[in-house]
């Protein structure tokens, strides 16, 4: 049987000039404070980029151009759920394309609207943001779509 010591590392000494690790920049998770370090970022509301480029996330899962997995964390788990079991509209490709406007009744929620792009018709989509434990989720999704020609041909024009 060998009798073997082990010896303390020693630490390594600090160079001057020497490039620091890229990872070692950020803080451990030791560093941390125990709880409720994220709901300061979660304070403030998502932009207006982030909010269009979720929106455009969602209408993606509905034109079938992304799987809506993807978006799992994004929306509520009712919004889901309906999301997975609606029909495609496969072929069309949507885009928000208008202004977004952002209402907010109350500081734990965002409402959201604008309009879309789909082929040659333009249409109104209108989305409820609120937040949560997790962040800031989708919880109703709405795109508004025209009536349909025969419908509107029997009333009379408003303007």
């Known amino acids: 049987m060998t009798n073997h010591s ?9 160079v001057k000039g020497r490039r620091t690790h890229r990872r070692s920049r950020w803080p451990s998770p030791y560093d941390l404070p ?3 370090h994220r709901l300061s970022r979660l304070a403030d509301p998502p932009t207006g980029q982030r909010l269009s480029q979720r929106l ?12 809506a997995g993807q978006i799992r964390p994004l929306v509520d788990e ?23 406007r952002v209402c907010r009744p109350t500081e734990t929620v965002l409402e959201t609207s ?3 792009h789909s082929g040659p ?9 609120e937040r949560t434990r997790t962040g ?10 025209p009536r349909a020609e025969i419908a509107q041909a029997g ?4 303007a």
């Not at 455009?56 to 799987?67: H, Q, T, W």
């Not at 009333?155 to 408003?158: E, G, I, L, Q």
Request: proline share 7%; net charge positive.
């Open 6 to 14: 082990l010896r303390p590392l020693a630490a390594v000494p600090e």
């Open 34 to 36: 125990p709880a409720g």
């Open 56 to 67: 455009n996330a969602i209408l993606e899962v509905l034109a079938g151009r992304r799987s």
């Open 78 to 100: 009712a919004l889901f759920s309906r999301l997975s079991s609606q029909g495609l509209m496969p072929g069309i490709r949507h885009h928000v394309a208008g202004e977004l």
């Open 114 to 116: 604008t309009i879309i």
């Open 121 to 129: 018709r333009v249409l109104a989509l209108a989305a409820r943001f």
């Open 136 to 145: 800031w989720v989708c919880t109703r999704f709405h795109v508004l779509a």
């Open 155 to 158: 009333r009379p024009s408003v």
